[in-house]
């Protein structure tokens, strides 16, 4: 079974940065999809970045896009997530996920079949 733990969380003020890291505990090659989600309370968890390991293809969501980068460490079996001019509307749980189908989609939650336990992210004005 995949395992999936996510570091780097943390607190930060408006504006910061910080790196999210996700480790794989075993390479399974199956699994070319990895992204990153994210749920603050009382909302839904919200797909925000993914990464497709055979083509190094990403996606972002809008909320994102050119603030976040997504990368995978292939040695190291390790995907980031880049997150700059952090705003209080991103602070949430974030979360690793993975699945081995075709097409990986940030939009298709109910692909990913392994899942991290999340790494919290708080942003202060």
């Known amino acids: 079974q995949v395992q999936l733990v996510e570091s780097g969380g943390g607190s930060v003020q408006a504006g910061g940065s910080l790196r999210l890291s996700c480790s794989v505990s075993?390479?399974?090659?199956?699994?070319?999809?990895m992204a990153w989600f994210r749920q603050a309370p009382g909302k839904e968890r919200e797909g925000i970045a993914s990464?497709?390991?055979?083509?190094?293809?990403?996606r972002y969501a809008d909320s994102v896009k050119g603030r976040f980068t997504i990368s995978k460490d292939s040695v190291k079996n390790i995907l980031y997530l880049q997150m700059n001019s952090l705003r209080p509307e991103d602070s949430a749980g974030y979360y690793c996920?993975?699945?081995?189908?075709?097409?990986?989609?940030?939009?298709?939650?109910?692909?990913?079949?392994?899942w991290g336990r999340g790494t919290e992210v708080a942003v202060s004005m």
């Open positions: 075993r390479h399974v090659l199956s699994h070319d999809c």
């Open positions: 990464f497709e390991s055979h083509n190094g293809a990403t």
């Open positions: 996920a993975a699945h081995g189908r075709i097409g990986c989609y940030i939009e298709r939650e109910s692909d990913y079949t392994s």
